[in-house]
């Protein structure tokens, strides 16, 4: 029975030395670059067609295949208007298939529907969702950059067919 017990705990680190190092070093995540966005965020931006208020929220979902934001904002009205503009959107973030960018596919309430690419500027803490130059139409670019100081800035610009982006709308975000 002694000779048992040292040769049963053999086999069992043998075994599980094998079972390491055939699932090797673990790799690094790939959603590292955009953890910053994750979390509950408020503030007040500005803006066509007015000052705003709103909310955004980034959420993994499906087992962490995905990055949901949620957002929302409410348009003060201007001058004789009674309601203020209200817009709601939902940004699925993905991975590119077979190590290519990460994607974003864009739905609001106005009707719109975007396809983003999503590229990662050298500083941390940033990244820029641009739609394809080459298809038709304008072109939109969406940017997140955290400050030091723990605010979120975002900025939705667009382009024209040819043209340079213009900052549409620019709104600065904090953690809740």
Known sequence: MKKTIPL???VILVVGSARAQAQ?????DPWARLSFLVGEWQGVGSGEPGEAVGGTSFAFSLD???LIRKSWTQF???AGEKPGLSHEDLLIIYPGADGAPFRAIYFDNEGHVIMYSVSFPPKSGAAIFE???REPGPRFRLTYELNADG???N???IAPPGGE???HVRGALKKK
């Open 64 to 66: 962490k295949k995905i």
């Open 8 to 10: 049963v705990f053999s």
């Open 151 to 153: 605010v979120l800035e």
């Open 165 to 167: 982006f213009r900052v």
């Open 131 to 133: 739609t394809d130059p």
């Open 76 to 78: 003060r009205p201007r």
């Open 24 to 28: 090797g070093p673990k790799p690094s």
């Open 155 to 157: 900025a939705f610009s």
